[in-house]
Each structure stands twice: as C-alpha cells, then as structure tokens.
C-alpha cells in the first residue's frame, strides 16, 4: 500500500476505469459515486467544503479492502487518501450519542490496553453462559435509538478457553504478535501459532504490545493509530522478525514506515520496523509438516483476505504449503479474492452492503463442495462463520496456522 501524500494531484488518476471490475460495492450499487474514481473525485471535493454534503455516503460505503489499488495502473495511493478522508469526516461529524461515546471507549479504553481487553472478554464468556447475548437478539435491542451498534452480538462466535501452548523462549528467533481481539475469539488458532513457531526456532513475546491501530485508522483516527505504532515499535525493539497469523494486523504493521513517514523522531525506527513484519505464511517452513497419505481427502477453499492479497501480496503460499498435506484437496471459489464484507468494523456502519457482499461467496463455497473454508484474518473468520451458521451450511471455518499444527511431523 502507499500513504496519502499532500503532493498527490488527483488527475494522476486517469479515469480509465479498471478499478471498477474489482471493487465490491460497485459491482452491488452501480453508482459512480460508489466506485473508486467517483471517490477520488468526493475526496477532492470534501477537501474544499465547508462541510460533509449528502454525497459523502459514497466515502462511508467503502470497505477498504484495496481491490482497486492493486489494479490501479497509475499507482493512485487510494489507501492513504481514503484513511485521511475518514479523519476530515470525523473531525466534521458531531458523536453519534451513545454509539459514539461506546466507539470511542472501545478505541481508547480497550483496544489499547491487553489487560482491560482480557477483563473485558472474561466477562463477556460469563454473560454468555448466562443466555444475555442470546436474549438481547430475541428483544431486538438493536432496534432501540442509540444502541444500533449491538448488531455487533449477532456475530460474537464462540468465546474458547485459553489452551495450552509451548511458552515463550527469551532469546528465539521470532516476536509472535497476538493481536488484541483474536486470540480472545480463535484460542486455537493462537496455540497453533505458537506451535508453528516453536518448532520454527521459537518465538518471544513483547509485554508492552498494543493493538496494531488498523482500526483506529478504518474509524479516521489517524493520531491514535500512530501512537499504537510507535508503542508496538518501543515493545518489540530489536532485529527479530515481528510475526503475526492476522492479515490485517500485518498489513497494519507493513505500514508503519507510511503512517511516520513525516515524524522525524520515528520515521526511521517505523520505517525498520515494518521491514521486519512477517505473515505467518511467509516464515513457515513446509518441511516440519507430515505428509502422511490420505485416500479420501477433505475438500477445502481458500479465502483471501483483502488485507493479505491486495495489501501484501500474500497469496499463492499458503495455497501452496496446504496443498501439500495428504489429507485435504483444494477447489477454488471463482471469487476467492473477493471481499466478504467484514472490512474491520465497517460490517456494522453497512450490514447490508456487507450481508450482500457475503451471501455471493457463501453460494460460490456451497457450489464448490468445499467441506471447510480456510481463511487467515479474525474479522473475515467472523463475518463467515456466522453467515454459515445462519444458512445452516455445514462447512467449518479453519485458520491455515489450526491445519498446519494438526500436521506437525
């Protein structure tokens, strides 16, 4: 990805229309305005109002999911510009009330801090037990003014249990970073990442860790992205390579060297850190795997995650070390690179763009014959996990780190 740079003349973008083969909610509304290049053109033109017009619901119905940037031809950094058109937005739009006021606890008070996370999810498996989540769906509390943002509960997987896991080694060759909300929901997939990495060399851990910030920049709070960066930066100070299993947080990361480009203290040290950011695909090592046989293997489609196809570039790796495991068979989706609608939180700014975009891709999984979905990000696990469940299709969800451990040699 490339930053937004105040140099950029939005007649660099040629106008030639490619980006609008690949981008989500064109393809849904059919709107100029809802396409990349409609964007750019409101993005210059919010640059000189006064205030947010109508048309600014076309900035909103973006996903981010970068489609249109790695086909753009001419290099337009729409990444960047999107991320600072969020920032003017909200520093023009009065707090939505209560939903604000909780946005902006859930930004500051809890994403930022590991530890008022971990009370916070404690409680969270404690209502569920108790039946709350199952009941403020049956009331329809969502419906009430002002709490809107409880639509999130309808995708609240189930809460796993912390497992065990080989622990951490103080001079290892890897820094795992966790993530602030998956290990929380996808406990499994945090063991078998520190499985991965174990028998890979061993992995450290950073106390200081904080959430990446690639919420913070989706909700345009450009300032409280960068202060996570340069927090991430002092905790995993040294030369070992930082390693994550979330798309989104390592595109995040990749970026840090973009988000400080202009901070002369940190430009450097962000510019090294983010040199040093790893997928978990990218360091993983095929020959650790079983490749025992298999005479009836398990279908399974591969998902990508925006932010690790489009961003990254991560694609064909993962596809290719899963491939060869015995024990399963890839079919592909005619759309696997297609955005499913998660887009960080933007699935409840837009629950119908985003419930449009994810039944297309559920029927192209039913079609395939796929048994089990892999996908390697928390937001997209969700948003599939619970459209699956609801359609009452049977396939399960994986993360490619949970297959990848059961095959430990």
């Known amino acids: 990805m490339a930053d937004f740079h105040r140099g950029f003349d939005l007649l660099e973008c040629v106008s030639c229309g490619l980006c609008l083969e690949v981008c989500p909610t064109y393809d849904i509304l059919r709107d100029e305005g809802s396409g990349p290049r409609g964007r750019i053109l409101l993005m210059g033109r919010l640059a000189s109002a006064g205030s947010p017009g109508e048309w600014t619901h076309h ?196 970026e840090y060297g973009n988000w400080l480009a202009d901070d002369p203290a940190w430009a450097e040290r962000a510019r090294e850190f983010s040199q040093r950011v790893r997928d978990l695909s990218e360091v993983m090592d095929a020959k650790i795997l079983s490749t025992r046989p298999c005479s009836d293997p398990m279908l399974y489609s591969y998902e990508d995650a925006c932010h690790a196809v489009h961003a990254q570039g991560i694609s064909e790796r993962p596809r290719e070390i899963l491939d060869g495991l015995a024990t399963i068979q890839r079919v592909e989706m005619p759309h696997a690179d297609r955005c499913c609608g998660a887009g960080g939180t933007w699935f409840l700014d837009q629950p119908e763009l985003s419930e449009t975009m994810i039944r297309s891709k559920v029927e192209e999984l039913v079609a395939s014959g796929a048994e089990m979905l892999v996908v390697a990000n928390p937001g997209c696990r969700m948003q599939w996990e619970r459209v699956l469940r609801e359609a009452g299709v049977s396939a399960k969800v994986a993360h490619p780190a949970e297959i990848w451990a059961e095959h430990l040699d």
């Open 59 to 254: 900035l909103d119905e973006c996903v981010g999911c970068l489609a249109c940037e790695a086909r753009c031809p001419a290099g337009v950094p729409y990444s960047g510009m999107l991320d600072h058109a969020h920032e003017s937005l909200r520093a023009r739009r009065p707090e939505r009330g209560l939903a604000g006021r909780m946005e902006r606890w859930a930004l500051d008070e809890m994403l930022s801090d590991k530890n008022r996370l971990d009370r916070l999810f404690r409680n969270l498996r404690y209502m569920q037990r108790l039946g709350i989540f199952a009941l403020a769906k049956m009331l329809r509390l969502h419906r009430l003014p002002g709490l809107d943002f409880l639509r999130g509960l309808r995708w609240m997987p189930r809460l796993n249990a912390p497992r065990k896991a080989p622990t951490a080694r103080p001079k290892a060759a890897y820094y795992y970073f966790r993530g602030c909300v998956g290990p929380h929901l996808f406990a499994g997939e945090d063991q078998a990442a520190r499985r991965l990495l174990d028998r890979l060399g061993g992995y450290r851990e950073a106390k200081e860790e904080t959430c990446c910030g690639a919420i913070h920049r989706h909700r345009g709070d450009l300032e409280g992205s960068r202060e996570l960066a340069k927090r991430n930066i002092e905790a995993f100070a040294g030369e070992e390579e930082v390693v994550t299993t979330s798309a989104g947080c390592g595109a995040a990361m990749k």
